[in-house]
């Protein structure tokens, strides 16, 4: 049952996406991958009910085991990251339905569903794998899959961005390789549960310049400051469902790999200063950028970069409290960066634009929009009671207990980066939903060639208000998730700091791994 449990967040999605290129029909083709990320979602659920009350569990695929065959192992944190994940693509795949991204032409319908199922497949790949090389694998098929998605029914722009994002997915996975090919040489394994010991027992030297390398390979993916740069270049010209997708989560697989890897295989007894100054400057920059921006897509990008330097601050501090931090504002980030992207993609669609001044003389967006933008906006900047001022809260109390110059700076520039989220998130206020001129009833133009007639054109209409809906409908679901991570704030803190022993005391993770011949 347990070895059931951890292979099918890979398997499932990774057959679907096979199926799905057989020629189905349209509405058997969505129907069939909503069931199947349905059926992945209870399955994470499970798991994470299971690794909570047992502990990490593993399963070796094909009998071969550990370091020889491949491994899957989920533990607390991998759990609960994958369970989140999945009901975001989850929702979002609603929205895109509902918006049509996937099916304004049979090619792009094609395409979208595979592909999609295929990003699903990587990201869980991701948080199971049980070693370096899987991880790296686990990425490429997530960014090839990224790769079809943000060029899907392209124009020149799009192309563009589309290229900038794949040349340094690329150049990122190379050196992801080169570090894989390094460590391997240097200990003669790639599994994670053995490395740990087998690094500290190389030089300083060596072990320091891997553990570098290792975090600008992961800092490019995770858009860490100055690593940056491609990510608002590229995010916001994909569909409102991609980039709510990708900016909910790939990211975040790269933060985990981060998480994992920097506990697992170079634990450290203090605060790490140089990833303490990176979080800062990740911080500052970031939201620096999106009070720069006019395109409210492009603000909600730097705004991503911005948070992500909140997650390196438990990271930075390397105690329990601090990553039980992380581990909360990396939930909470996740549900609630794709509900602010899938809720600016909801007010974009009634104004016609994404530039804020424009949007200021548009009509304004309906009442119900503006409240789906406003919860999880309110979140983002750390305002009680919402899940953003809980996750705040334990790294700002972990900062304080910690002590030190580099605690109290991350802390100083967290607080600051929350005041100046907030002005940001203001701005977008203002500018989309605070206007006096009422929002009139939306009326879609039929396609060219279709009847005049009001009774030819009633089911077409009909097709527009049930897209519509369901696209309010899976914004509302990534909202009212983001409430319900604030109102089990407690039992979730409760198994983020689970996560975080089992970070820093990973012997239970490595008894499932190996044996005790190989330990």
Not at 11 to 18: D, F, M
Not at 27 to 53: F, K, P
Not at 468 to 493: C, E
């Amino acid at each position: 049952m347990t070895a059931l449990l951890l292979a099918l967040p890979v398997v499932l999605p990774l057959l679907c996406a096979g199926v799905t290129l057989l020629g189905l029909p349209g509405r058997v083709i969505r129907v069939l991958g909503t069931l199947v990320l349905a059926g992945v979602l209870v399955d994470a659920a499970a798991l994470l009910v299971l690794t909570d009350t047992r502990g990490p569990q593993s399963v070796h695929i094909g009998g071969w085991p550990a370091p020889l065959g491949i491994t899957l192992v989920a533990d607390r944190l991998s759990a609960l990251l994958l369970t989140v994940s999945v009901l975001v693509t989850l929702a979002v795949l609603l929205f895109a339905i509902g918006q049509g991204t996937a099916e304004k032409r049979q090619s792009s319908a094609e395409v979208f569903h595979p592909a999609y199922l295929l990003l699903v497949t990587g990201v869980s790949l991701a948080f199971l794998t049980g070693d370096l090389f899987n991880l790296f694998v686990a990425f490429e098929i997530l960014l090839a899959a990224s790769y079809v998605l943000i060029t899907l029914d392209a124009d020149g722009n799009r192309t563009r961005a589309g290229m900038t994002y794949t040349i340094i997915s690329l150049t990122s996975s190379l050196l992801f390789l080169t570090l894989v090919g390094l460590v391997y040489a240097a200990t003669g394994t790639v599994t994670l549960a053995q490395l740990g010991p087998r690094l500290a027992e190389l030089p300083d030297g060596l072990r320091g310049a891997l553990a570098l390398l290792l975090l600008a390979v992961l800092g490019i993916k995770a858009a860490i400051v100055p690593l940056h740069f491609w990510l608002p270049d590229s995010y916001p010209t994909a569909p409102a469902p991609i980039t709510a997708v990708f900016a909910a989560l790939l990211t975040k697989v790269a933060v985990y790999a981060l998480l994992r890897t920097q506990t697992l295989l170079f634990p450290r007894s203090s605060v790490w200063t140089l990833l303490a100054c990176v979080a800062i400057a990740t911080m500052i920059v970031g939201i620096l950028g999106a009070l720069a921006q006019d395109d409210i897509n492009r603000l909600l990008s730097f705004t991503l970069v911005s948070h992500i330097g909140f997650m390196l601050f438990g990271l930075a501090l390397f105690d329990t409290t601090g990553l039980t931090g992380t581990v909360l504002y990396m939930v909470h980030h996740i549900v609630v960066q794709a509900a602010l992207f899938l809720a600016a993609a909801l007010a974009v669609r009634h104004t016609g634009t994404t530039g804020l001044d424009r949007m200021a003389q548009r009509p304004v967006p309906a009442p119900l929009v503006a409240v789906l933008f406003a919860v999880p906006a309110l979140s983002l900047a750390g305002v009680p009671p919402f899940s953003g001022f809980v996750a705040k809260l334990t790294l700002l109390r972990a900062g304080a207990w910690q002590g030190g110059t580099a605690a109290y700076a991350l802390a100083a520039t967290a607080l600051l980066t929350s005041l100046l989220t907030l002005y940001a998130m203001t701005r977008i206020w203002t500018r989309a939903f605070m206007r006096q001129k009422p929002y009139p009833e939306r009326r879609d133009a039929p396609p060219p060639g279709t009847p005049a007639s009001g009774a030819a054109r009633r089911p077409q209409r009909r097709a527009v208000r049930y897209g519509a809906r369901l696209m309010t409908a899976a914004t509302a679901v990534m909202v009212m998730t983001s409430v319900a991570v604030a109102v089990f704030a407690g039992p979730l803190a409760r198994v983020g700091e689970r996560a975080a022993h089992e970070l820093l005391d990973p012997r239970a993770y490595r008894s499932v791994v190996l044996t005790e011949e190989d330990r």
